[in-house]
């Protein structure tokens, strides 16, 4: 069979030094464990803190996103509105053109009458 032979195989008395091996390597692998878990506990913490860091982030980008579409819609006009206000400019156009319109033909006779230095 095989050469090699461990003590406690073929001598099945338990010494002392079999005793505090095993219980040396237990506390061993119990401090592995401990060490692991602690290790395992504290990267669990760091991702949870980056995940509250991320959330924070995002919420503060979404509320200034949101207060940029508020801000747009305030100051953004209808279809309806922009369609008004070029009819509007379309008549003011036509009576500046025509001479009819009168705030216009006033401000530009007060021009005038300013040049030639009567006012």
Known sequence: MSEFKLPHVEDLRIDATLIRGLQEDFKAIEQEDHNDDQALSDE?????KGDDAEKSARQSADD??????????DNSATHDEVTEA?????DKAE???LGTDLSTVKRAVEMI???????
């Open 44 to 48: 669990v913490t760091d991702r949870k």
């Open 64 to 73: 200034g996103l949101e207060k940029r579409i508020k801000k747009l819609e």
């Open 86 to 90: 070029r009819e509007f400019m379309n």
């Open 95 to 97: 009576r500046v053109v």
């Open 113 to 119: 009458l300013k040049n030639e230095g009567v006012i």
